[in-house]
């Protein structure tokens, strides 16, 4: 069993900047592909960035390359998502996920665990 709690999210507005981070726990945690994910109100869940057990992969969903950095800390067992010039159409709440497989996380969008999330509002 892997948990995830997320932290970091709040208001901010529009061209402002913020660090969501994922606290992980439990067996071989660091063993995971971790990614970000978020779902605004009325809208299905959608891909935002994930990164590989390594470190050594990384991906972005169009929509935040370029604005958005996924990192991890294994030896204080955080996944981060810096978000830069936030728009209010990154508004959503925003889920961790692990997955034991990096491939299946980045394609199916389908997770091991998952977080219970946080929110990100951004005012025009």
């Known amino acids: 069993q892997v948990q995830l709690v997320e932290s970091g999210g709040g208001l901010v507005q529009t061209g402002g900047s913020l660090r969501l981070s994922c606290a992980a726990s439990g067996r071989t945690s660091s063993s995971y592909a971790m990614g970000w994910f978020r779902q605004a109100p009325g809208k299905e869940r959608e891909f935002v960035a994930a990164?590989?057990?390594?470190?050594?992969?990384?991906s972005y969903a169009d929509s935040v390359k370029g604005r958005c950095t996924i990192a991890r800390d294994d030896a204080k067992n955080t996944v981060s998502l810096q978000m830069d010039t936030l728009q209010p159409e990154d508004t959503a709440v925003y889920y961790c996920a692990a997955a034991l497989n990096y491939v299946v996380l980045v394609t199916t969008h389908e997770g091991d665990y998952w977080g219970q999330g946080t929110q990100v509002t951004v005012s025009s």
């Open positions: 990164i590989s057990w390594s470190g050594g992969s990384t």
